[in-house]
């Protein structure tokens, strides 16, 4: 089964990128680190966060959204997002899928999410007193999803 990607713009927390890299160390998926980073690839959170998986974990950079989308144009990108109604579990996730996480304290553009209505996903909040859930929490949720709808994982 072709490996579903997930692709973090921008990350700022050292943690949360090093518990997604174990989160993709432990489904064979890749990580796509895009743009600036909050932080040095070296940080020793980010490396203690992720643990003793690394050398597991096919990691990939990219100096901007658009240089990655070049690579495989015929991919299908899902945008996470707090601003959008439509919820992860209507993706209908495939193999080989990439799916995109914005920085931690401004999740992704508004005009990406405009220029990609039907791509544009949300993870439901019953309670209306939580902005956002954590990025690396984010992630484990829709990956995850992703992987039973495909048969990744039973």
Known sequence: MEP???????????????NIARLC??????LHLV???????DDRYLKRAGLDYWEFVTLRQWPDLEALKAT?????????????SRSYLEAGFKPGDYIVFGKETKGLPEDLLLAN????ITIP????????????????IV??????????IV
């Open 4 to 18: 579903f990607n997930i692709v973090l713009i921008e990350p700022e927390i050292p943690p949360n990128t090093g």
């Open 25 to 30: 160390a432990a489904t064979g998926s890749i």
């Open 35 to 41: 743009g600036k980073l909050g932080f040095s690839i």
């Open 72 to 84: 495989v144009p015929e991919a299908r990108f899902f945008y996470l997002s707090t601003k959008v």
């Open 117 to 120: 209505p039907d791509s544009s």
């Open 125 to 140: 909040m019953p309670s209306e007193k939580v902005r956002s859930l954590n990025l690396s929490t984010s992630a484990g």
């Open 143 to 152: 990956l995850y999803e992703a992987l039973r709808q495909s048969g990744g």
